[in-house]
């Protein structure tokens, strides 16, 4: 698909360029397809009798996913910074420990996301 399509439903893009401006922002990916949806083709998606089956990707809830293990982590770090007023050294190498595991996460979430795209290219 065009890469200025990128995140819109195609649905509610095409034809274009007149359907341009009731674009929507597409939120479900169906894995069968490849293909992005908005809501309300989503739901169109699930009710159809050909399509009911397809597996369909909450793509906010993969945005919202990752926030939240990211705010958990915040909250790890805090406590470690408590931590390290009492104990420098002990809080040091937690807090490399958590970078680690921060670090860890996001390659986990880069790979998942690369993923996605290239299903999104193919
Ligand atoms: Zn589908
Ligand atoms: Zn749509």
Known sequence: MPL?????CPQHTNPPPNSLKEAREATWLCMEEQEQLCG???EKHRKS????SHTLIDLRMCVNESRSVLSNLE??????IKDTETNAIRGKTL???IESRKARYRLSQEERLNRTIQALRA
């Open 4 to 8: 200025e399509q990128a995140g819109l």
């Open 95 to 97: 807090i490399e420990m």
């Open 49 to 52: 009798k050909q399509t009911r």
């Open 75 to 80: 909250l790890e770090v805090m406590e470690l």
């Open 40 to 42: 309300e083709c989503a």
